[in-house]
């Protein structure tokens, strides 16, 4: 069982940026690891992934030129930095990994996922 603590989550102005992390318990270099959200009254979404060389790396459509993922394979981390947000961006932001090399962005094949971290961000 693979237990994923997300942080770097908080209150920020609309054009600002933040930096999320997330941990894992064990090794996670060979999974695909992913970035997902939940906003008030929504949907979970898919926000972006990047395969376990890190070397391949796939957005949603409404982060893409703003939102970048990354990982650390050494340090069992992938992180998510966040720029030009938008309010439309608030949400609880989960960390998720997927037992696969294989790239996915829907939710329900991703294996284990972190309790989350609230990002708000205001106009």
């Known amino acids: 069982q693979v237990q994923l603590v997300e942080s770097g989550g908080g209150f920020v102005q609309a054009g600002g940026s933040l930096r999320l992390s997330c941990v894992a318990s064990?090794?996670?270099?060979?999974?695909?690891m992913g970035w997902f959200r939940q906003a008030p009254g929504k949907e979970r979404e898919f926000v972006a992934a990047?395969?376990?060389?890190?070397?391949?790396?796939q957005r949603a459509n409404s982060v893409a030129g703003r939102f970048t993922i990354s990982r650390d394979n050494a340090k069992n981390m992938v992180y998510l930095q966040m720029n030009s947000l938008k309010p439309e961006d608030t949400a609880v932001y989960y960390c998720?990994?997927?037992?696969?090399?294989?790239?996915?962005?829907?939710?329900?094949?991703?294996?284990?996922w972190g309790q989350g971290t609230q990002v708000t961000v205001s106009s």
């Open positions: 990047i395969d376990p060389s890190g070397s391949i790396t």
């Open positions: 998720a990994v997927r037992r696969s090399i294989v790239m996915s962005t829907a939710g329900s094949l991703y294996d284990y």
């Open positions: 064990e090794g996670t270099y060979g999974y695909v």
